[in-house]
């Protein structure tokens, strides 16, 4: 008996374990000041729910490591990062607070402890360090290094220990070395990796094993694998391939603004992501309003281009969910939302549904709990 009690109990269990689980897309709205919130269906579809108030115009949005809280960048003054706690039954946010930023940032990124927020300013030139609290609360900024033209990501490695930096307006990668103790960065030697001039280096992510990283340029489209060496965190140019076709009639870009530059030919492309196991990678690209697709050589890091597919207009930022089953997609143009379904053996998307989202729709995050 006391065995039967006690397989219905672990039944319960189970079975309440699985109607929590679930997966929360959160998009941040820029024009309206607000973060939407839908609910991942498992066909890929999307649920629409609630719209969280934030403030004008809400751009990069970062997810703590323990997925308890998301953080969202206000980028106009006085500049302020909006700290939100996340239900894990109903995905909705509960406003915990907000601190200052030393700047306006289009990027924003937890450190892998979760006790710093790293960011990076396009317009400020410059990156910096805030401390974050138990309760998700950002704290004044802690360290502001001035950099070089357009800082437009930061990102640590897998080990926590470095961190990168591209700058879009010097074609350069910023090296440091990162104190998790204390918070800290400092410059590594040498500094910085130089790129092809005219690139316009944006966005980037690391493999897996740690052994890559793969960074997408603004201004050609182009990909550009880097090997990451584990002992001294220091990058090596490998190779670069086109995120567009072969026939595109786009030409490269400039840094943006661009004052008298007509710029509706100028490739800009946006944002990369890859899949959780490593094997495809994928890169926005705004004029086009496509997301270019690439199967990942494990081995070499090398990247082997496989198509283009249209998407919603002017796509800034998207996210792969943490199962890589499925693509979503923001269009900083556009009323919707696009999902895809990735298909596992080849990479190609196809579309599971267009959802009604908010105006400049454009960061991504995608959370589960299981």
């Known amino acids: 008996m006391k065995l039967l009690k006690a397989a219905i109990a672990a039944?319960?269990?189970?079975y309440g374990q699985t109607m929590l689980a679930a997966t929360y897309v959160y998009v941040s709205n820029a024009e309206d000041g607000e973060i939407g919130l839908y609910t991942l269906q498992p066909d890929g579809s999307l649920q629409p729910g609630q719209r969280f108030k934030a403030g004008k115009p809400v751009m990069p949005l970062a997810v703590s490591p323990d997925k308890?809280?998301?953080?969202?960048?206000v980028r106009a003054k006085p500049f302020s990062a909006w700290t939100y706690s996340i239900d894990r039954a109903t995905g909705a946010l509960k406003p915990v607070g907000t601190g200052p930023l030393a700047e306006s940032f289009p990027y924003i990124a937890f450190d892998r402890t979760g006790r710093y927020l790293l960011g990076a300013s396009y317009g400020g030139n410059l990156v910096s360090v805030n401390p974050v609290a138990s309760d998700g609360r950002v704290g004044e900024p802690m360290?502001?290094?001035?950099?070089?033209?357009?800082?437009?990501?930061?990102?640590?490695?897998n080990t926590n220990r470095f961190v990168f930096v591209p700058h879009l307006g010097t074609d350069q990668v910023f090296q440091f070395v990162f104190?998790?103790?204390t918070g800290r960065l400092g410059a590594n030697t040498p500094p910085l990796v130089q790129l092809k001039a005219g690139s316009g280096p944006?966005?980037?992510v690391t493999s897996s094993d740690n052994r890559f990283v793969y960074l997408l340029n603004e201004l050609t489209a182009t990909v550009t694998t880097l090997s990451l060496d584990p002992k001294t965190g220091l990058l090596t140019e490998?190779?670069?391939?086109?995120a567009l076709p072969a026939d595109t009639k786009l030409a490269p870009g400039a840094p943006r603004?661009?004052?008298?530059?007509?710029v509706d030919n100028d490739i800009w492309a946006s944002d990369l992501h890859l899949t959780p196991d490593g094997r495809f990678l994928y890169a926005a690209e705004r004029t086009s309003s496509s997301l270019g697709a690439f199967r990942v050589d494990p081995a070499s890091g090398r990247l082997a281009y496989l198509g283009s597919t249209p998407t919603e207009k002017q796509p800034r930022g998207f996210r792969i969910d943490p199962a890589g089953r499925f693509i979503i997609v923001s269009g900083e143009k556009s009323d919707t939302l696009s999902?895809?379904?990735i298909d596992a053996s080849s990479g190609a998307l196809k579309l599971v549904g267009r959802y009604p989202t908010g105006k400049g729709s454009n960061w991504v995050e995608v959370v589960s709990f299981d």
């Open 202 to 204: 944006r966005h980037l």
């Open 179 to 181: 104190d998790e103790k």
């Open 238 to 242: 490998l190779a670069s391939v086109s």
């Open 143 to 157: 360290q502001v290094i001035p950099t070089a033209r357009n800082a437009h990501a930061i990102r640590t490695d």
């Open 339 to 341: 999902s895809y379904a």
């Open 68 to 73: 308890r809280y998301l953080v969202a960048a």
């Open 11 to 14: 039944a319960f269990f189970s």
């Open 257 to 262: 603004p661009s004052p008298g530059r007509n």
